[in-house]
């Protein structure tokens, strides 16, 4: 073995993780940490949005130690029983003891590492305030005002797909609300802010009529490419910080 490679210990690098997001002072609807153990050495790191049967098989094709994801397993409200995918998947993990740390929330809200700050940081806009339940809603300004289908086809260009997009083609954007995901709910409470348009993952059947009513453009990016950002900024800085060797595995989803 390569003996520059560097090596973690699994609860050096769950503590170390829990305190850089500040996982405590968040109330989610899944746990953030270590959702399946594994190997108690760390020396490769493999990131992914989700904990789905591809990200893992390709997590243990490159004989990675770990996978860090966004969206991992034992949500609430989801069905208890360990059967059908969730069996396959966590068998899986267990079988090539390989650990599994999920982070939701946490990675959605973190000013420097998070989903949100990454995709503000790569779409040009500058932070100016927060906004929804424990501030992950962001809010920031483009610094020269586009049109509507300018700043939509710089979305797509970012992001590598076109966004759904509802509003004036014309109307200028400058002030701009977001927060990656399943946020549409969002909508409602940004709606009142001074914004020019709300920008996040998903799109539900309300937002076409608020948008219109409220005259503020939404863009539906996409699940999967809006939340792509916080788990490479995290294990890139994992590597950095421990040295480890981290492979980020952009699993293709449309949603």
Excluded at 64 to 82: C, R, S, T
Excluded at 152 to 157: E, G, L, R
Aim: proline share 4%; charged share 20%.
């Amino acid at each position: 073995m390569d003996s520059t490679i560097q090596v973690v210990t699994r609860t050096s690098l769950e503590n170390y993780i829990g305190q850089r997001l500040s996982v405590d002072r968040f109330r989610d609807y899944c746990p953030n940490g270590l959702q399946v153990e594994g190997r108690d050495e760390i020396r490769v790191l493999a990131t992914a949005v989700t904990a789905s049967l591809a990200a893992i098989n390709a997590a243990i094709d490159i004989g990675a130690d770990a996978l860090l994801v966004h969206h991992g397993f034992f949500w609430k409200n989801e069905a208890a029983p360990i059967v059908r995918t969730k069996k396959t998947r966590i068998a899986k993990l267990l079988a090539h003891d390989l650990n599994l740390f999920a982070y939701h929330l946490p990675l959605d809200a973190h000013a420097e590492l998070g989903n949100n700050a990454t995709l503000g940081a790569a779409l040009g806009i500058t932070p100016t305030g927060r906004f929804a339940e424990q501030d992950l809603g962001w809010l920031g300004e483009l610094p020269t005002p586009m049109s509507f289908a300018d700043f939509s086809q710089h979305v797509a260009a970012v992001l590598g797909r076109p966004p759904l997009a509802i509003g004036d083609v014309d109307k200028p954007i400058r002030r701009i609300a977001w927060c990656t995901g399943g946020a549409q709910g969002y909508f409602h409470e940004a709606a009142t802010l001074d914004i020019d348009c709300f920008l996040t993952g998903e799109a539900s059947e309300f937002v076409a009529h608020l948008s219109q009513e409220t005259g503020i453009a939404y863009l539906g990016a996409g699940h999967h490419a809006t939340e792509r950002g916080g788990v490479r900024a995290l294990g890139d800085h994992l590597g950095a910080t421990f040295g480890l060797i981290v492979h980020h595995l952009d699993i293709p989803n449309p949603v």
